[in-house]
């Protein structure tokens, strides 16, 4: 979690397994018998032999503290998501990404662990997890874990030991420094570098004499990488869940694996931080070279398992070029989806910007494939972010439209479906995230994109759970804002994410069709086409501005058959012109799919 973003305004078959096992025995001996059993287990019938998977997928982001509770004790749990399976797959998801469910001290809710190779008993247990991989498995569901290389908890043994003595044969598993003498003759850290959470982002320990480094909160005690005992004791971790039949990993963090070996002053740009903190360069703690060669390794360890293992970055980076070395660049031998932030996660509506970086993901990443995301339990929700108080609903359904027409594999992030606010506290004494009981009131924290899941109006826990002593207050408008109401409205949010996931999935050119941006001056209206191998068109037309719009489609200028649309999809309501040969007038924040006959 890099950066924070804020509001912008007020308001498989037998024949499958048996490709799998062939492809795995030609690999050779590298495989684990394990392995290939699993591999066999991870695939699924849906996808076809010559695209991997991940390439058309949508991938849904599961909070699992705020997904459903099983048990009534007030935080959602394993048990909970094989519950909600069938729901997931009604709405055309392909595989879930579950945020950590490992042991944990849970100060970062979860991302603290404590034992990468087990349930935290919050959770459920490694016997529930199987069941859920194999629920999941029969609704051809593939199953992707959070894997948080880059720091522990402080309660984790390994940190422990390190923290007890200079001799500890784990104490070269963290950062350590003997910092230096200040003025008055006190130790004091190395340098000014800031945890992204706030403060010193090193920590004095007196049983050793020296400061360990933390890039978040101090009781996430950054992991030494360039220490090859880090590196095996991590991949082995990932095998494990490898060998279990999870489909893949989204690395936490990972541009942040290496630091300055120098532990050079980072430079301070001006101001302040919403912590209090000035604003550095990160210039020596993210992005550093070395950590593309861990990439390399470990992208080689995943392909010795076959069902194509997916890594999925958290690359919060400034721009497309940087993204593209997260593949590897032409040599594509990195992570297959970092994660394209860089198009999704603004908090303006603009549609010159969105047609610029999209532009770049198609020019600028070596044909790697983008990933698209708009929403996660680390940012105002894109609900809050887009909308502009009086047509929040309407530029929900644009931001839905751009998420699953663009040529990129698509992340969705639970409630996000159904038009779930960000529910802010308004006291700092209901704040649970310590980033918003530190940060009060400039940063109020994540609870707010964190509230759990709004399922129904059988209680007053949405149906998220029995008891009404939920981890995070449901949000009041779960009366009108959850799944059972809207499934039940064809015009809801939700039923536009279905019919739009399912178009994506039967229309070729949506599919895998490259990409002609039109009418490319327009600064009201983003428009392309998708355009398939055998010719096949489909128009896209974002009105993301509050005046009706008239975009120019040009088809014969931009080198596509020009021919009668029929329109797919549109938002609000049926279009006029919608399917005439001639130009097409939007309403104000009009969403328009059409196809070319
Ligand atoms: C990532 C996670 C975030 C967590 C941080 C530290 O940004 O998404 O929730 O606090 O890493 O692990």
């Known amino acids: 979690m890099h950066m924070r973003l804020r509001r912008s305004t007020p308001g498989l078959p037998a024949v499958a ?12 001996s590298a495989i684990p018998a394990a392995a290939t059993r699993a591999a066999a287990a991870a695939a699924t019938p849906a996808a076809p032999a010559a695209e991997p998977w991940w390439r058309h997928a949508v991938i849904y982001e599961i909070y699992p503290r705020s997904f459903q509770d099983s048990n009534g004790d007030g935080t959602g749990d394993l048990n909970g998501i094989a519950q909600r399976l069938d729901y997931l797959q009604q709405l055309g998801v392909d595989a879930i990404w579950i945020a950590p469910i490992y042991p944990s001290a849970q100060v970062d809710f979860g991302y603290d662990i404590t034992d990468y190779d087990a349930v935290d008993p919050m959770f459920g247990t490694l016997a529930d997890f199987d069941r859920l991989l194999g629920e999941a498995r029969r609704r051809h569901i593939r199953v992707i874990l959070d894997m948080v290389l880059n720091h522990t908890s402080d309660q984790h043994p390994w940190f422990l030991d390190a923290a007890r003595s200079g001799d500890s044969r784990y104490h070269d598993f963290y950062v350590w420094t003997a910092g230096k003498l200040d003025a008055a003759g006190h130790r004091a850290p190395p340098n000014n570098w800031v945890s992204l959470f706030g403060g010193s982002a090193w920590e004095f320990v007196p049983a050793v004499g020296e400061f360990y480094y933390h890039r978040f909160y101090r009781q996430q005690p950054d992991l030494n990488w360039r220490n090859p005992e880090v590196e095996r004791a991590m ?14 990993f989204r690395l936490d963090a990972v541009t942040e694996l290496f630091e300055d070996a120098k532990l050079r002053d980072a430079p301070p740009l001006g101001g302040t931080n919403a912590q209090g903190d000035p604003n550095l360069s990160d210039i020596y703690t993210k992005n550093l070279p070395e ?14 398992y076959a069902g194509e293992r997916v890594l999925i970055g958290e690359t919060y980076l400034a721009n497309t070029t940087d993204l593209d070395a997260w593949y590897g660049g032409a040599r594509h031998d990195e992570l297959q989806l970092p994660m394209d932030t860089l198009v999704g996660l603004g908090n303006r509506l603009d549609a010159d910007t969105f047609r610029r970086r999209l532009l770049e993901s198609q020019t600028e990443l070596h044909h790697s494939q983008p990933l698209l995301v708009f929403d996660n339990h680390d940012n105002v929700r894109s609900w809050d972010r887009f909308g502009d108080g009086v047509h ?11 998420l699953l027409t663009a040529p990129a594999t698509a992340l969705l992030y639970q409630g996000q479906e159904i038009g779930q606010r960000t529910a802010t506290p308004t006291r700092v004494e209901d704040v649970r995230d310590p980033l918003g009981i530190r940060g009060w009131p400039r940063d109020k924290g994540r609870d707010g994109e964190r509230t759990p899941m709004q399922w129904d109006g059988s209680n007053a826990q949405a149906g998220f759970s029995t008891t009404p002593h939920t981890w995070l207050p449901v949000t009041a408008d779960y009366r009108s804002v959850n799944v059972q109401s809207e499934a039940a409205d064809p015009e809801s949010l939700l039923n536009w994410y279905r019919r739009l996931i399912a178009l994506r999935r039967n229309n070729r050119a949506l599919r895998e069709g490259r990409m002609v941006m039109l009418d490319t001056a327009n600064a009201s209206v983003l428009s392309y086409a998708r355009v398939s ?3 096949e068109t489909v128009i896209v037309s974002l009105n993301m501005s509050p005046q009706p719009q008239t975009p120019s489609l040009d088809l014969a200028q931009a080198g596509l058959r020009s021919s009668h649309p029929r329109t797919l999809l549109s938002s609000p309501g049926p279009l006029p012109h919608g399917d005439a040969k001639g130009p097409v007038s ?8 059409a196809e070319l006959r």
């Open 392 to 402: 929040d609903a309407q530029i929900a359904r644009i931001v839905a439209a751009l």
């Open 533 to 535: 191998t055998d010719g």
């Open 17 to 28: 397994a048996t490709l799998l096992l062939l492809v795995a025995s030609l690999v050779g």
């Open 586 to 593: 939007l309403p104000p924040y009009a969403v328009w799919i």
């Open 235 to 248: 991949f082995a971790a990932m095998r494990f869940w490898l060998e279990r039949g999870v489909a893949g």
């Open 291 to 304: 950590v593309h060669d861990v990439m390399r390794r470990l992208r080689a360890m995943m392909d010795t």
